[in-house]
């Protein structure tokens, strides 16, 4: 019996002006890189353009970004590493973004349809570092240790997995969004690589692994 081929994975990793000094990125990767593997093979790479100008011809089966934005220069991934992603996800590729994706490329407008959200300057916030509890779509709340953006701009179409309360408030944390025939899962959490050692913070990771894998509706089919 031919055994089936390994999921490959591309974990790309913020670096110069894809990165920021408030999160250790090279430390992140390796946290997450195990985490990983044990739904494929992993790739781990800093070069953010290149590979997302490689995209969908060198397609991974699923892309995790854990990028940022440096707050120094207004550069925007180049023409083709723009097209490359928004082709690989419009053909139904399968993302990934954490924690500071969300404030990356922020002089990029169509990194929020590709994302489903974003952080807003002067709007989005982040309590302080410590213990939370994160609400999950059906299942029981998780108690995590970590930095959990706030008041993130999130599309109306999006699905939201998970949240957590602020003033009496419900925030989202996790989200998944629909790009043409391809799945985006956001996730607001990771601000340390010690966040990827904690159970709680795993098993929401394992969820929204689960759902990114799945196969999205089909808008123009109603299936």
């Known amino acids: 019996m031919e055994l089936a081929e390994p999921m490959s994975i591309t974990l790309l990793t913020g670096s110069g002006h ?12 390796a ?8 739904r494929g093979s992993v790739t781990v790479s800093d070069e953010v353009d290149a590979t997302l100008a490689r995209l969908p011809r060198a397609r991974p089966d699923v892309l995790v970004l854990c990028v940022g934005d440096a707050g120094t220069s207004r550069r925007i991934p180049g023409m083709r590493a723009r097209r490359g992603l928004s082709r690989y996800l419009e053909s139904g590729g399968r993302m990934l973004a954490l924690h500071s994706s969300a404030t990356a490329f922020p002089h990029w407008p169509e990194w929020q349809r590709l994302l489903g959200g974003r952080w807003l300057p002067d709007e989005s916030f ?24 706030t008041a993130l701009l999130v599309d109306p179409a999006a699905e939201v997995l998970a949240w957590h309360e602020w003033q009496g408030q419900r925030h989202p944390l996790s989200w998944v969004h629909t790009v ?44």
Do not use: C, I, N
């Open 18 to 29: 894809t990165s920021d000094p408030w999160h250790d990125f090279e430390g992140a990767a």
């Open 31 to 38: 946290a997450l890189s195990p985490l990983l593997a044990t």
């Open 126 to 149: 982040h309590p302080p570092f410590g213990p939370a509890t994160v609400h999950v779509q059906g299942g029981e709340p998780l108690e995590v240790d970590d930095e959990r953006y």
């Open 180 to 223: 043409g025939r391809g799945l985006v899962v956001y996730d607001a959490l990771g601000h340390e690589p010690a966040s990827y050692s904690q159970p709680d913070r795993v098993r929401l990771l394992e969820v929204e692994l689960d759902r990114l894998l799945e196969r999205p509706r089909d808008p123009a089919s109603g299936v």
